[in-house]
């Protein structure tokens, strides 16, 4: 038995929705390196060229992926990013997304409201 967190897709939504932040910049964790990053990240690290062409890879590849940031090293803070992908053999997700159809999708934790603010304020040069 899996013991990994479940949501159902409407929870799902209502958790990104209580970010508070434009879509754009609804945050993610990745569960290996720990950094928290959003659609921006990813259109900034060249993934896509809008919100539907990173949609894919947010919340299941880490933003390090893109940026090629190497796999993740003990002792490394959060912020670089790693070359994790939920897409591989090994599964340490922190969350499962349930769809109406019942299908599990892995997918990185979601950054907390207070995190995902922070970090959409942190690329504006916004000081709380
Ligand atoms: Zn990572």
Known sequence: MSTTP???LDEYHSALKAQGV??????????????IQSASD???????????EVEKYL???CIGRFTRAGGH?????????????????LQAHELEVVTPDGVHNPRFALAT?????????????VTA
């Open 22 to 35: 434009p879509r754009d910049h609804l945050a993610m964790k990745c569960p290996i390196c720990k950094t």
């Open 42 to 52: 990813l259109i900034a690290a060249g993934a896509g060229k809008n919100f539907d």
């Open 59 to 61: 919340g299941f590849y």
């Open 6 to 8: 479940t949501m159902t």
């Open 73 to 89: 090293k003990k002792g490394v803070p959060p912020g670089r990013g790693c070359d994790w992908t939920l897409g591989g053999f």
């Open 113 to 125: 409201p207070e995190e995902a603010q922070a970090h959409m304020n942190a690329k504006k040069g």
